[in-house]
């Protein structure tokens, strides 16, 4: 009897084994790199649902600079399917041109949805006229004035900087003007760490405004590197002069600011609030822009299915927690807040209900008292949630058309293509900041930097 008994147990063991050895081999897996999709993607959510066998898994690998992530392609150490990286993370003509990416020319839904994308948008995803990758996130760097503050300083938006010149300009008309009137609750620009700000944070900061204009705008020019320039040199001078005094004349306890920066999916309320810092008129107004993208790895075992979940997450796009469409897509449409029409009935019942209870023949003094501070709360309420109806306004999305020409996506400038590169341009400002380095002796580095550089790449 033990002996039948055992036999029944070992044969259960292996029946078990064996449809969990077919179950696996039933199921695929999915392997996914840099945060590429959000839970909340719609169309993640079905492709789920559609392919119950396919194992979803999200790689902690972590490649920086670009050229590790290049390196990790070429030696096949990237073991990952799909991946989504920033123009400003991988250095995407050459992941296109090596063939480190899939192309996707292939599949009718994913390049009928490129196409009603914005052809400067467009242009990111393509390579030799073939699709490669599938734009999915646009943020946006830049510097803007505060409305509110601007015009209760007595400022006009016609006032706004379109120039650094101009910008440095402003700021040393500002410093006059505090030096004569303290101000005790503005400044020009704030977000400092109140531990590390001291006399150099200003000029150091104001330098890397100006180094990264100057990236830019060579860079979109596609002139090689160059900085030690006398236009460049004057600039640098002027940093130096209005930071330190604008350290001394600023207040330490501000509550508002001229300035402030934007680094994210956001698109100012209005155009006429951005501030430009290009060196001279004859350069265009860049809006520095990095464009987040899809591909999948040529080098991918399970590339059918890679693709049928690009097709969902880029194609279903109802979520409306997001506005990553509005600003990738030439036909999206404004976007009302979520929870806008809940919000405006709730207070308009609250408004309603009191404005009933107001009506009573038999209401005392104190509770109508109260009523009435409770109508004016809920007024109030109203009003706030009209103004924000907006997730983004019919007039925001106008302007952003007519101006969209205007976004760049700087390539990987020779500064970010090496950890030690960048490191070592941020270690720049902050030493010309803190007068470890003169104007000639910064501008000098960075030359020296760039050529070594363009030394290693040739």
């Given at each position: 009897m033990k002996g039948k008994k055992m036999k029944k147990i070992v044969c259960c063991i292996v029946t078990i084994i064996m449809v969990a050895f077919s179950m696996n081999a039933l199921c695929e897996t999915l392997i996914t790199y840099g945060g590429t999709f959000s839970k909340n993607n719609d169309g993640l959510r079905m492709f789920e649902l559609e392919n119950p066998n396919t194992y979803l898994s999200w790689s902690d690998a972590y490649y920086y600079p670009a050229s590790a992530f290049v390196t990790a392609l070429l030696t096949r150490e990237f073991q990952c399917d799909i991946f989504i990286q920033g123009t400003d993370q991988a250095d995407w003509p050459t992941l296109m041109e090596k063939g480190f990416c899939m192309d996707l020319s292939s599949s009718v839904l994913l390049t009928d949805t490129v196409q009603r994308m914005y052809p400067n948008i467009v242009s990111q995803a393509m390579f030799n006229g073939h699709l490669f990758a599938i734009p999915a996130r646009i943020d946006f760097r830049y510097y803007y004035v505060n409305e509110e503050t601007w015009l209760n300083m007595g400022y006009t938006m016609e006032e706004v900087p379109q120039s650094f010149s101009e910008f440095i300009d402003f700021l040393t008309l500002w410093c006059e003007r505090i030096e004569e009137e303290p101000e005790a609750n503005t400044v020009a620009m704030g977000g400092w760490d109140s531990e590390s700000y001291s006399a150099g944070a200003y000029i150091a900061r104001l330098a890397e405004i100006l180094v990264n204009e100057v990236i830019m705008q060579q860079q979109y020019a596609e002139q090689e590197l160059s900085f030690n320039t006398s236009e460049i040199v004057e600039l640098l001078e002027k940093c130096i002069d209005v930071g330190t005094r604008l350290y001394k004349l600023e207040s330490k306890n501000y509550s508002a600011t001229l300035f402030?920066?934007?680094?994210?999916?956001?698109?100012?309320?209005?155009?006429?609030?951005?501030?430009?810092?290009?060196?001279?008129?004859?350069?265009?107004?860049?809006?520095?822009?990095?464009?987040?993208?899809?591909?999948?790895?040529?080098?991918?075992?399970?590339?059918?299915?890679?693709?049928?979940?690009?097709?969902?997450?880029?194609?279903?796009?109802?979520?409306?927690?997001?506005?990553?469409?509005?600003?990738?897509?030439?036909?999206?449409?404004?976007?009302?807040?979520?929870?806008?029409?809940?919000?405006?009935?709730?207070?308009?019942?609250?408004?309603?209900?009191?404005?009933?209870?107001?009506?009573?023949?038999?209401?005392?003094?104190?509770?109508?008292?109260?009523?009435?501070?409770?109508?004016?709360?809920?007024?109030?309420?109203?009003?706030?949630?009209?103004?924000?109806?907006?997730?983004?306004?019919?007039?925001?999305?106008?302007?952003?058309?007519?101006?969209?020409?205007?976004?760049?996506?700087?390539?990987?400038?020779?500064?970010?293509?090496?950890?030690?590169?960048?490191?070592?341009?941020?270690?720049?400002?902050k030493q010309f900041g803190y007068h470890k380095l003169n104007v000639n002796q910064f501008l000098q580095r960075l030359d020296r930097i760039a050529e070594m550089m363009r030394l290693e790449e040739e």
């Amino acid at each position: 009897m033990k002996g039948k008994k055992m036999k029944k147990i070992v044969c259960c063991i292996v029946t078990i084994i064996m449809v969990a050895f077919s179950m696996n081999a039933l199921c695929e897996t999915l392997i996914t790199y840099g945060g590429t999709f959000s839970k909340n993607n719609d169309g993640l959510r079905m492709f789920e649902l559609e392919n119950p066998n396919t194992y979803l898994s999200w790689s902690d690998a972590y490649y920086y600079p670009a050229s590790a992530f290049v390196t990790a392609l070429l030696t096949r150490e990237f073991q990952c399917d799909i991946f989504i990286q920033g123009t400003d993370q991988a250095d995407w003509p050459t992941l296109m041109e090596k063939g480190f990416c899939m192309d996707l020319s292939s599949s009718v839904l994913l390049t009928d949805t490129v196409q009603r994308m914005y052809p400067n948008i467009v242009s990111q995803a393509m390579f030799n006229g073939h699709l490669f990758a599938i734009p999915a996130r646009i943020d946006f760097r830049y510097y803007y004035v505060n409305e509110e503050t601007w015009l209760n300083m007595g400022y006009t938006m016609e006032e706004v900087p379109q120039s650094f010149s101009e910008f440095i300009d402003f700021l040393t008309l500002w410093c006059e003007r505090i030096e004569e009137e303290p101000e005790a609750n503005t400044v020009a620009m704030g977000g400092w760490d109140s531990e590390s700000y001291s006399a150099g944070a200003y000029i150091a900061r104001l330098a890397e405004i100006l180094v990264n204009e100057v990236i830019m705008q060579q860079q979109y020019a596609e002139q090689e590197l160059s900085f030690n320039t006398s236009e460049i040199v004057e600039l640098l001078e002027k940093c130096i002069d209005v930071g330190t005094r604008l350290y001394k004349l600023e207040s330490k306890n501000y509550s508002a600011t001229l300035f402030e920066q934007i680094a994210g999916g956001i698109w100012p309320s209005k155009y006429s609030t951005i501030v430009f810092f290009r060196l001279n008129e004859s350069q265009p107004k860049l809006i520095e822009s990095v464009l987040s993208m899809w591909a999948i790895n040529s080098n991918s075992t399970n590339a059918e299915k890679a693709i049928e979940l690009l097709e969902k997450a880029a194609t279903v796009t109802d979520n409306l927690e997001t506005c990553d469409d509005l600003f990738i897509f030439q036909d999206a449409q404004p976007r009302i807040s979520e929870n806008y029409s809940e919000d405006l009935v709730y207070w308009k019942n609250q408004k309603e209900d009191v404005i009933l209870q107001l009506q009573s023949k038999t209401i005392d003094f104190d509770t109508k008292e109260i009523l009435e501070s409770n109508l004016q709360k809920y007024v109030a309420a109203i009003e706030r949630t009209e103004l924000n109806k907006w997730k983004v306004s019919p007039e925001q999305l106008q302007e952003y058309q007519k101006v969209e020409a205007q976004l760049y996506f700087p390539k990987l400038n020779l500064f970010e293509k090496s950890a030690e590169g960048y490191e070592e341009l941020q270690n720049l400002c902050k030493q010309f900041g803190y007068h470890k380095l003169n104007v000639n002796q910064f501008l000098q580095r960075l030359d020296r930097i760039a050529e070594m550089m363009r030394l290693e790449e040739e």
